[in-house]
């Protein structure tokens, strides 16, 4: 669920037709009409023999040299031009996936000599004028790009035929510049292990489609490579470009508002007025009309439909059919009958095809995240074409928590609430990823607002009743009001004052809004835009959810993995449920030197809301709460469940969704404790977040809070003991990074210097091992200058995405 962006895919696919040439006509024409035809048959001459394909731009394929040759026709005819990756190579850690996009451009062929030039020109710089030289003084002002030059091998007047073979070869998606950002190898097309993908190669009237196996090889492929690729030196995938003519008139273009819930489509426009702003801001959005805009309710002239892909199971297929189709609730508020509708994707259809809005389901190797994009004219945000990517595996995730914590494998026992949750997260995914298409941005909000969007990130809802746990309320049904209102702002034939009043009245509704950029930083100061977490006060709800997770931890046990499962299987089954608070603990410790703000407009309220720091008092109980969880009690595991979980059975292997340990094959419940106590303490003592505390004249009183009650406690020789001196070592870690980290303003940098050299006086009075190691790294820190750790706390597992 990662955030939509702004591409174009658009497909076609008519049937192979021969080409015709005078050659193989058996009329006989005067020798003047023969001459004069033959002066126009170049092209037909070049191509006799090749397979045609008519459409948007002709393309002709030659089987014996396996090139493809594109009728230019349109020249200085802006269209649309988009890459994309049909095959991808399968990692989520990679990041190249099956039906990625890539970039969006507006693109025009220009002749050269012998050469047509593919150039991208420049949409972001305009000058949206009536006057022809000040729209050109703006072209002539900022560069554009040449994508390609692509040779002319024939020409019939102003009909040009080039060899796009090479073009299509080559890395347009970037695949080299993204392996080597990885560190997953030096890789470059090799054009002798590729080749015309003849069969998704297709023209229709307004697009025209080319597709290539394109193989990359190189040297020192990285571990994900491996992982994915049979013979990891060459990374076969298929390539994709479409040239789409641009829509037909008649779209409206809406203004961007920062509380309206969409993405923004910019621009700078120099043909504003000097007092006007010159950064223009378009809402993304499908364009939809009624046919009887004057009826209460009316159908769509072209209803929104998103097509299904075949490839989904069931009853993975049927939950994702019904959350998708979730969307129609919000159209029918605005009067539309069956504007948004959900299908199977017709047998005879291409999903490639420029009328299809896609939901398509894609495996990786690991469980990774699923996406949301809008194909999109870059020159008005119109929404052409909505392409959702599905991560196949993400479902058993939520089935695992399920298991985890109602641990169903008892004799007689039943995954039906398991499985019932998964599917319902499966249904809250399918609205999420369509709501991208649709245009809209996450609001992290969501969750604090009484779980008020699909647009948020949800974490389950589980229920302590009686001692039991339930899961029946995991995950919302339906949209919420955000989405109800966010559709009416971006889809509703209202006029611009009716627009500014459904602002007020969500506003009144009390409904928030808080963005990626706001939400996703560790050291964010919002204190109510966050990811997964749950509940309209952060602090009960951890405290809530702690009690949850011992419930869960203290019936761990056999019944929650399956027959003739290995016992070391319980390693993986436990790790969401141990960490099930880590995103809740992120929640809270946002109230540390947070702040209540929202996306406020002049004139929005008589009196400004500005912006107000977190009440001292919500602060202290924030901080309080973060504590508990690195208490030896919250850390513990149960000796009897550490009793069941050997090293892996053989055939096995600790993998990325397990603890990593110190003590070799055996599971380390140290090691995972010392993991969840350095993910509370990275969050709490993050340098944005002492910054903020330092200029509130906060920050001593949470240093020597968290050093008394961690490094400075009395601790013990016994289990409980070693727990609180392995948190201990990561306190010290963490403080002595941010000691050393950039980012400290200076006057933390002091006050966290002035803590620590009281810590180290006090660290020289005891006698106790882990005292004496400490104090030992801090007279090095004061004799040398420098630090150089001898313990790096362990992270945990992956959590996201649920």
Same mark, same amino acid.
């Given at each position: 669920?990662?955030?939509?962006?702004?591409?174009?895919?658009?497909?076609?696919?008519?049937?192979?037709?021969?080409?015709?040439?005078?050659?193989?006509t058996?009329?006989?024409?005067?020798?003047?009409?023969?001459?004069?035809?033959?002066?126009?048959?170049?092209?037909a001459?070049?191509?006799?023999?090749?397979?045609?394909?008519?459409?948007?731009?002709?393309?002709?394929?030659?089987?014996?040299?396996?090139?493809?040759?594109?009728?230019?026709?349109?020249?200085?005819?802006?269209?649309?031009?988009?890459?994309?990756?049909?095959?991808?190579?399968g990692?989520?850690?990679?990041?190249?996936?099956?039906?990625?996009?890539?970039?969006?451009?507006?693109?025009?062929?220009?002749?050269?000599?012998?050469?047509?030039?593919?150039?991208?020109?420049?949409?972001?710089?305009?000058?949206?004028?009536?006057?022809?030289?000040?729209?050109?003084?703006?072209?002539?002002?900022?560069?554009?790009?040449?994508?390609?030059?692509?040779?002319?091998?024939?020409?019939?007047?102003?009909?040009?035929?080039?060899?796009?073979?090479?073009?299509?070869?080559?890395?347009?998606?970037?695949?080299?510049?993204?392996?080597?950002?990885?560190?997953?190898?030096?890789?470059?097309?090799?054009?002798?292990?590729?080749?015309?993908?003849?069969?998704?190669?297709?023209?229709? /009237?307004?697009?025209?489609?080319?597709?290539?196996m394109?193989?990359?090889?190189?040297?020192?492929?990285?571990?994900?490579?491996?992982?994915?690729?049979?013979?990891?030196?060459?990374?076969?995938?298929?390539?994709?470009?479409?040239?789409?003519?641009?829509?037909?008139?008649?779209?409206?273009?809406?203004?961007?508002?920062?509380?309206?819930?969409?993405?923004?489509?910019?621009?700078?426009?120099y043909?504003?007025?000097?007092?006007?702003?010159?950064?223009?801001?378009?809402?993304?959005?499908?364009?939809?009309?009624?046919?009887?805009?004057?009826?209460?309710?009316?159908?769509?002239?072209?209803?929104?439909?998103?097509?299904?892909?075949?490839?989904? /199971?069931?009853?993975?297929?049927?939950?994702?059919?019904?959350?998708?189709?979730?969307?129609?609730?919000?159209?029918?508020?605005?009067?539309?009958?069956?504007?948004?509708?959900?299908?199977?994707?017709?047998?005879?259809?291409?999903?490639?095809?420029?009328?299809?809005?896609?939901?398509?389901?894609?495996?990786?190797?690991?469980?990774?995240?699923?996406?949301?994009?809008?194909?999109?004219?870059?020159?008005?945000?119109?929404?052409?074409?909505?392409?959702?990517?599905?991560?196949?595996?993400r479902?058993r995730?939520?089935?695992?928590?399920?298991?985890?914590?109602?641990?169903?494998?008892?004799?007689?026992?039943?995954?039906?609430?398991?499985?019932?949750?998964?599917?319902?997260r499966?249904r809250?995914?399918?609205?999420?990823?369509?709501?991208?298409?649709?245009?809209?941005?996450?609001?992290?909000?969501?969750?604090?607002?009484?779980?008020?969007?699909?647009?948020d990130?949800?974490?389950?809802?589980?229920?302590?009743?009686?001692?039991?746990?339930?899961?029946?309320?995991?995950?919302?049904?339906?949209?919420?009001?955000?989405?109800?209102?966010?559709?009416?702002?971006?889809?509703?034939?209202?006029?611009?004052?009716?627009?500014?009043?459904?602002?007020?009245?969500?506003?009144?509704?009390?409904?928030?809004?808080?963005?990626?950029?706001?939400a996703?930083?560790?050291?964010?100061?919002?204190?109510?835009?966050?990811?997964?977490?749950?509940?309209?006060?952060p602090?009960?709800?951890?405290?809530?959810?702690?009690?949850?997770?011992?419930?869960?931890?203290?019936?761990?046990?056999?019944?929650?993995?399956a027959?003739?499962?290995?016992?070391?299987?319980?390693h993986?089954?436990?790790?969401?449920?141990?960490?099930?608070?880590?995103?809740?603990?992120?929640?809270?410790?946002?109230?540390?030197?947070?702040?209540?703000?929202?996306?406020?407009?002049?004139?929005?309220?008589?009196?400004?809301?500005?912006?107000?720091?977190?009440?001292?008092?919500?602060?202290?109980?924030?901080?309080?709460?973060?504590?508990?969880?690195?208490? /030896?009690?919250?850390?513990?595991?149960?000796?009897e469940?550490?009793?069941?979980? /050997?090293?892996?059975?053989?055939?096995?292997?600790?993998?990325?969704?397990?603890?990593?340990?110190?003590?070799?094959?055996?599971?380390?419940?140290?090691?995972?404790?010392?993991?969840?106590?350095?993910?509370?303490?990275?969050?709490?003592?993050?340098?944005?977040?002492?910054?903020?505390?330092?200029?509130?004249?906060?920050?001593?009183a949470l240093?020597?809070?968290?050093l008394?009650?961690?490094?400075?406690?009395?601790?013990?020789?016994?289990?409980?003991?070693?727990l609180?001196?392995?948190?201990?070592?990561?306190?010290?870690?963490?403080?002595?990074?941010?000691?050393?980290?950039?980012?400290?303003?200076?006057?933390?940098?002091?006050?966290?210097?002035?803590?620590?050299?009281?810590?180290?006086?006090?660290?020289?009075?005891?006698?106790?091992?882990?005292?004496?190691?400490?104090?030992?790294?801090?007279?090095?820190?004061?004799?040398?200058?420098?630090?150089?750790?001898?313990?790096?706390?362990?992270?945990?597992?992956?959590?996201?995405?649920?």
């Amino acid at each position: 669920m990662k955030p939509l962006k702004l591409t174009h895919l658009l497909w076609l696919m008519p049937a192979f037709c021969p080409v015709v040439t005078l050659a193989n006509t058996a009329v006989s024409q005067p020798a003047a009409v023969t001459q004069a035809a033959s002066k126009k048959s170049a092209i037909a001459a070049f191509t006799k023999g090749m397979v045609q394909q008519q459409g948007y731009f002709d393309f002709y394929y030659d089987a014996k040299t396996d090139k493809v040759y594109l009728q230019v026709d349109k020249l200085e005819q802006p269209f649309i031009f988009q890459s994309s990756l049909p095959r991808g190579v399968g990692s989520n850690d990679i990041g190249l996936d099956r039906g990625q996009l890539g970039e969006t451009r507006l693109v025009q062929f220009e002749q050269f000599g012998n050469k047509v030039m593919l150039k991208q020109l420049n949409t972001y710089y305009r000058a949206n004028s009536a006057n022809p030289a000040e729209r050109q003084s703006i072209n002539e002002a900022f560069a554009s790009s040449v994508l390609a030059g692509l040779p002319v091998v024939a020409s019939d007047g102003n009909k040009l035929l080039v060899d796009y073979t090479a073009f299509l070869h080559s890395d347009m998606h970037q695949i080299s510049a993204k392996l080597e950002a990885q560190q997953q190898g030096n890789f470059s097309p090799d054009a002798s292990r590729s080749g015309v993908y003849l069969k998704r190669s297709k023209a229709f /009237p307004r697009n025209t489609e080319l597709e290539a196996m394109v193989t990359y090889i190189g040297t020192k492929a990285g571990e994900f490579v491996k992982q994915v690729t049979p013979a990891p030196e060459a990374i076969t995938v298929h390539l994709h470009h479409s040239l789409v003519a641009l829509p037909e008139d008649g779209y409206q273009v809406r203004a961007f508002h920062p509380y309206s819930g969409f993405w923004k489509v910019e621009y700078m426009d120099y043909a504003t007025a000097f007092d006007a702003p010159i950064v223009q801001r378009l809402l993304p959005r499908h364009r939809l009309q009624k046919k009887d805009p004057a009826a209460a309710i009316s159908e769509a002239v072209e209803p929104i439909v998103y097509y299904l892909d075949p490839g989904v /199971p069931e009853p993975v297929r049927t939950a994702l059919k019904q959350g998708a189709g979730w969307w129609d609730q919000a159209y029918q508020k605005l009067g539309y009958k069956d504007a948004f509708q959900v299908k199977d994707l017709p047998a005879d259809a291409d999903p490639m095809d420029v009328r299809y809005n896609v939901i398509q389901w894609v495996h990786r190797a690991t469980r990774g995240w699923s996406y949301g994009y809008g194909v999109t004219d870059p020159r008005s945000g119109e929404i052409i074409k909505g392409h959702v990517t599905l991560g196949s595996l993400r479902v058993r995730q939520d089935f695992l928590i399920a298991t985890g914590l109602t641990a169903p494998y008892q004799p007689n026992g039943s995954t039906e609430a398991a499985k019932t949750m998964a599917l319902a997260r499966i249904r809250q995914l399918a609205a999420h990823e369509v709501g991208h298409t649709l245009g809209l941005i996450h609001n992290f909000a969501g969750s604090a607002n009484g779980r008020s969007t699909v647009m948020d990130y949800p974490h389950p809802q589980v229920d302590l009743r009686n001692g039991k746990l339930a899961l029946d309320q995991a995950y919302r049904e339906g949209l919420g009001e955000w989405d109800l209102y966010a559709i009416a702002y971006g889809y509703g034939d209202h006029s611009d004052s009716a627009r500014a009043a459904l602002v007020q009245q969500a506003r009144q509704q009390g409904l928030q809004f808080i963005a990626d950029e706001d939400a996703r930083p560790e050291g964010g100061v919002s204190a109510i835009g966050h990811l997964w977490d749950s509940g309209a006060d952060p602090v009960a709800e951890l405290n809530r959810l702690s009690q949850v997770r011992a419930a869960a931890l203290k019936q761990f046990g056999l019944d929650n993995i399956a027959t003739n499962r290995p016992l070391s299987a319980l390693h993986e089954a436990l790790v969401p449920i141990y960490a099930l608070h880590r995103y809740q603990v992120e929640a809270v410790s946002k109230l540390v030197g947070g702040a209540h703000y929202e996306y406020e407009l002049k004139g929005d309220y008589d009196q400004p809301k500005g912006f107000q720091w977190v009440e001292a008092k919500q602060q202290q109980a924030a901080l309080a709460a973060l504590l508990d969880t690195l208490t /030896p009690q919250f850390l513990a595991l149960p000796n009897e469940l550490l009793a069941l979980i /050997p090293p892996k059975a053989y055939g096995d292997a600790d993998g990325r969704e397990s603890f990593q340990g110190r003590v070799g094959l055996a599971f380390d419940p140290l090691s995972a404790a010392e993991a969840s106590a350095n993910h509370t303490l990275s969050l709490l003592l993050h340098p944005q977040r002492l910054n903020r505390l330092s200029s509130q004249q906060q920050l001593d009183a949470l240093l020597r809070t968290v050093l008394d009650q961690t490094i400075l406690a009395d601790s013990s020789n016994d289990a409980t003991g070693l727990l609180q001196q392995r948190v201990s070592h990561v306190v010290f870690y963490q403080l002595m990074q941010n000691l050393l980290n950039a980012e400290l303003a200076p006057e933390a940098r002091a006050t966290l210097r002035e803590r620590m050299t009281d810590l180290g006086k006090q660290l020289q009075k005891r006698d106790d091992g882990t005292a004496q190691l400490l104090s030992c790294q801090w007279q090095q820190y004061l004799q040398h200058g420098t630090w150089q750790p001898v313990f790096v706390p362990k992270q945990l597992p992956p959590g996201a995405p649920i």
